[in-house]
């Protein structure tokens, strides 16, 4: 694996809590993206980071802030948990954009 | 316009046979198409990726075929093993601000029976 680690790996919530996911990474890669994985959908970009305090959003945002205050740090943060915020969560990390993505080993979120 | 579109979304094969995954896109600004396998409970690995300016790319068993008049491309997996049995996904992208980031297919499941 390429130096990315994701933490909580599992959680489990009700809903209405706020939750964050963590990504670290020990590669200094510029970009790094959460995605969400649900059967039928394939993998969907949450929002992505293009630098320390450099973010935008992607696909499916709404619901999802995030946050880069260091290189090796990216959080994701469900303000107000919902059900149909159950998934599996990948963080990814890129030393551009069109290059290789390499992905975290994903945190398993249940809401309740 | 921005969608990939992968077939099929289970794939059953034996052992020795030959595997084959496709994709067809839209958008004509996508000029990168990775590969990506996933094992149970593992994030998604890049497998292999093509650019436009060739039409195949061969990596081992693994084989892309990129057709950019049918804005179509595939993965071929030759004798084809148990160990392959995984999640496939295609993926693609650009180089402009509004393609730059990875669209994925929706996932194929191929097991390989021995």
């Known amino acids: 694996d390429a130096g990315i680690t994701q933490s909580p790996r599992h959680k489990v919530t009700e809903t209405g809590t706020p939750v964050t996911l963590r990504c670290h990474q020990t590669e200094n890669h510029r970009y790094m993206y959460w995605y969400r994985q649900d059967p039928g959908h394939g993998l969907r970009l949450i929002h992505y980071?293009?630098?320390?305090?450099?973010?935008d959003k992607g696909e499916v945002s709404d619901g999802y802030s995030v946050s880069r205050s260091k290189t090796e740090d990216f959080l994701l943060t469900l303000e107000s948990a919902t059900s149909s915020q159950t998934s599996v969560y990948f963080c990814?990390?890129?030393?551009?954009?069109?290059?290789?993505?390499?992905f975290g080993p994903g945190t398993r979120l249940l809401v309740l | 316009q921005q969608q990939v579109k992968q077939s099929p979304q289970s794939l059953i094969v034996q052992k020795g046979g030959i595997s084959i995954i496709n994709c067809a896109y839209e958008n004509t600004a996508f000029d990168y198409f990775p590969w990506y396998q996933q094992f149970p409970g593992k994030g998604p690995a890049l497998l292999i990726a093509?650019?436009?300016?060739?039409s195949e790319k061969k990596e081992g068993r693994f084989t892309i075929s990129f057709n950019k008049s049918a804005k179509q491309f595939s993965l071929h997996i030759m004798d084809s093993q148990p160990g392959d049995s995984a999640t496939y996904f295609c993926?693609?992208?650009?180089?402009?601000?509004?393609?730059?980031?990875?669209?994925f297919g929706t996932g194929t499941r191929l097991q390989v029976f021995p």
């Open positions: 980071s293009y630098g320390v305090k450099d973010t």
């Open positions: 993926a693609a992208s650009g180089a402009t601000y509004n393609t730059d980031k990875l669209i």
């Open positions: 093509i650019r436009p300016d060739v």
């Open positions: 990814a990390i890129s030393r551009g954009t069109g290059e290789t993505q390499y």
